[in-house]
């Protein structure tokens, strides 16, 4: 799999978790923390938009595709790991 294509899951994961988050906040009552993890909901969004794959079609040196690739598995791991706090936040709150 492309380096490109785990950026896309990874910040994929994360935009999901974090509206679950939102959503359990506002569920429970706690809007103006709902507030604060929308900024991060933005964040995953805008980053989810500029993934591309013109750069991936490059010659690049192994060191930089290793720097992609452990980039990539970085916002994989922290995508999941919103998930699971989004997924927790709603079984906690709601």
Known sequence: ????????????????????TVVSLVLSGFVAGSVIVLGAAF???????NV??????????LIYRIGNWVGAVIVIASGLLML???????????
């Open 1 to 20: 799999m492309e380096a490109w294509k785990l950026y896309a899951v990874g910040l994929g994961l994360g935009l999901v978790g974090t509206l679950v």
């Open 43 to 49: 964040t995953f969004a805008v980053s989810l938009t």
């Open 52 to 61: 591309s794959r013109a750069d991936s079609n490059r010659d690049h040196l």
């Open 84 to 94: 699971i706090v989004g997924i927790l936040s709603f079984r906690t709150f709601v």
